[in-house]
């Protein structure tokens, strides 16, 4: 009964759950949101600003934002004030997922969302506080531009649970499970840069793209099934930031997308059949770093390297 009251509020009117432990403390809101189309679910510790689910109407798709050690925004979000699309690349949004989809409804892009395709958030199912996380789950339909026979336009339903800590170091970690159950034959296309499950910087980034960098794992690897994980490292105002993805070794990839101006992500194609769900797990790490330098490229690697073992052991 409990859980059942805490969705129905979520979808009439918004809900917030607190918990509060020793001396930490999560605030989960979901609310309308006053500054951009759609709605939020701010996700605060301490009474700071972690991160901030943005879905519903005015939203192409949604994403999460991530913020920084002193409250500043770290990720893109697409719109301005207006709910005008604003900066470069505009559908890259915070962390986000997407795809170009092929069915027998046609072939659908569901990363720029420009033929017709959408992501339409059915219900925030959960927002939970614990002693040392917070986690919050959404279920949410991928639709197509046309319909079948039947008038359904569902290429499939995805189930996105978002779990953040924050560690003693002051770098949110965000665990995030996509699982895809596929409501007709489908596949997942599309191309290395239009699909996968990406992270977006904000978009000052782009404008200092010359200032980022890369690292990943295996070094210099962009190809194959074997890739572990990537960092970036990107300047928001005068701080800098790190941003490292982990990749399940269950996840199916083929590539990894760099790009300087801050979004990356892992990319891979797949046929997926009703009744046959795909589970994606992955990593991001996110803190306050230095500005880049070579000399201590050996010791960024080796830290990147205990979180990415530290990733694998707890998937266990």
Known sequence: MRRLLLVLGAGLCGWSVSMAHAQTAWILRDEDNPDLPGRRVEILHDNQHVARFIYGDGQMKPFLHVFGAEGELLTNGGLNEDGRTTGAFPHHRGIFIGWRIRSELGNYDLWHMNNG???????IESLEPRADAAQLTARIAWRSGSKDES?????????????FRRTSSGATRVDARFTLEAAR??????????AGVHFRAANE?????????????????????????CRLLFPIGDRWYSCQQMNAPSNPVEELSTRNYGRFGYFFRRALEPGEPLQLDYRFLIEPASPPDSASEAADRARCDQRYQEFVRSLR
């Open 117 to 123: 395709g959408r992501m339409e958030v059915l219900a």
């Open 151 to 163: 008038g359904s336009d569902l290429l499939l339903t995805e189930t996105r649970r978002l779990t």
């Open 185 to 194: 034959e489908l596949r997942l296309a599309g191309d290395l840069q239009h």
């Open 205 to 229: 980034v782009h404008e200092r793209r010359g200032e980022t960098a890369y690292l990943t794992a295996p070094a210099g690897s962009t190809e194959g099934d074997n890739l572990q994980w």
